[in-house]
């Protein structure tokens, strides 16, 4: 989504508002924000400080619009965002204490970043961690690994007001992985795919591919989803090497390991490969050092070689659809606001350490509000 039009930022502004007017702060709090910084961010990154001072913003580092930056580093503080920094559980505790010493704070989390450290910075943190929000799915796995959680995190990553984000995301995954296939002379009709992960987000890719005629194999680690696949109409297969063998496109879609270095051997030459995340969490790109050579080819396409073998890799292995806005449209600020509502209850009330969600009324409002502005009929 490029920046937004004063009468759309209007809109944007007075949803936000009314999710945000319902919750009263009993005591000051901050907040340390990582976030993807697209053209509507600061609109939400406003909203934000609306129930929280703003320690610092923390963009990912892949997902930058250069004028969202540059509008958001005017008044707020913007750090660079490193995952092995999150995972250090001292210099997670040393940049805590630089930005926000003795207050209590809340962190806005999009992918686990804070989850390797968060017991050790719950535990010697000057001030207090209220607890944590967390987008995505990939995120909501790694606090769920740790077990025992020694703070409230709220996970949005599985609420039904993200699918129609989700299902936006996988159709822009599929467009954009076509557009850069395109500037090769190539199509995908003819290539049959493997799609590798069928949650939400592998389930929109599938069947956008169905719908552009492509032929689709499904794996998923989960034999209920492989059933789901399957009563949908896709061929699925009961391994990994099964679903990519033969494959044209293959697209990873699992929010953690999708291809380790003994399965890219296994990829049919020519192939293009696309991931939904970040490469860090699908792709164990490093394991190839020294074994392929690589070779840029066109614009954000990548050519990996080896002795008889060879394939193509989109955006370096970061979420494609990024390359071209990764837009879902205004369905973006229903998450948004869920993020906000997690906040605003953080904040105004204690919680147990744990995952948390918001509950179904909650929700309802949030969806009842969000349609009152932007379901086009107003």
């Known amino acids: 989504m490029t920046a937004l039009e004063d009468f759309e930022l209007l809109r944007v502004d007075a949803f936000f508002r009314k999710i945000t007017n319902r919750y009263r702060m009993p005591e000051p709090v901050s907040a340390l924000v990582i976030s993807h910084l697209l053209g509507e961010r600061p609109a939400f990154l406003r909203a934000v400080g609306r129930l929280a001072e703003i320690a610092a913003v923390l963009p990912k580092p892949k997902s930058i619009d ?33 930005r926000a010493a003795g207050r209590r704070i809340a962190l806005l989390d999009v992918g686990g970043y804070f989850a ?40 949005v990553a599985r609420s039904p007001l993200k699918d129609p984000e989700d299902y936006l995301v996988g159709q822009s995954v599929t467009f954009s992985a076509e557009a850069l296939i395109r500037t090769r002379g ?10 590798i992960g069928y949650g939400k987000l592998g389930r929109s890719v599938a069947a956008m591919l169905h719908a552009k005629h492509v032929g689709v194999t499904v794996y998923d680690s989960d034999p209920i989803r492989r059933t789901q696949a399957l009563s ?36 049919p030459n020519g192939a293009y490969i696309a991931s939904v995340t970040s490469s860090d969490d699908e792709l164990e790109l490093g394991a190839l050092d020294g074994l392929y050579e690589r070779t840029p080819t066109e614009e954000h396409i990548t050519r990996y070689t080896r002795t008889g073998h060879y394939f193509y890799l989109l955006a370096d292995g970061n979420a ?8 879902v449209g205004a369905f973006i600020f229903l998450v948004q606001a869920e993020i906000l509502a997690a906040l605003g209850s953080l ?10 969600e918001l509950d179904a009324t909650e929700r309802s409002l949030i969806a009842a509000t969000w349609l009152h502005y932007f379901d086009g009929t107003q």
């Open 66 to 98: 250069a004028r969202a930056l540059e509008e958001v580093a005017a008044f707020l503080p913007v750090d660079g965002l490193e995952r092995a920094a999150f995972a250090d559980p001292i210099r997670a505790l040393e940049y805590l204490e630089s």
């Open 186 to 195: 190539d199509i995908l009709q003819g290539r049959p795919a493997a799609v």
């Open 116 to 155: 390797p450290a968060l017991e050790h910075v719950c535990a010697n943190f000057s001030g207090q961690i209220v607890g944590v929000v967390e987008d995505t799915e990939n995120g909501h796995q790694r606090y769920a690994a740790l077990g025992k959680l020694p703070c409230p995190v709220f996970s």
């Open 320 to 327: 494609v659809n990024f390359l071209h806005g990764a837009s």
């Open 347 to 356: 904040a105004a009330a204690a919680h147990e350490p744990g995952l948390h």
């Open 232 to 267: 949908q109409g896709f061929r699925t297969t009961s391994t990994l090497a099964q679903a990519i063998a033969g494959a044209g496109v293959i697209v990873c879609a699992t929010g953690n390991l999708a291809l380790r270095e003994d399965d890219f051997a296994r990829i």
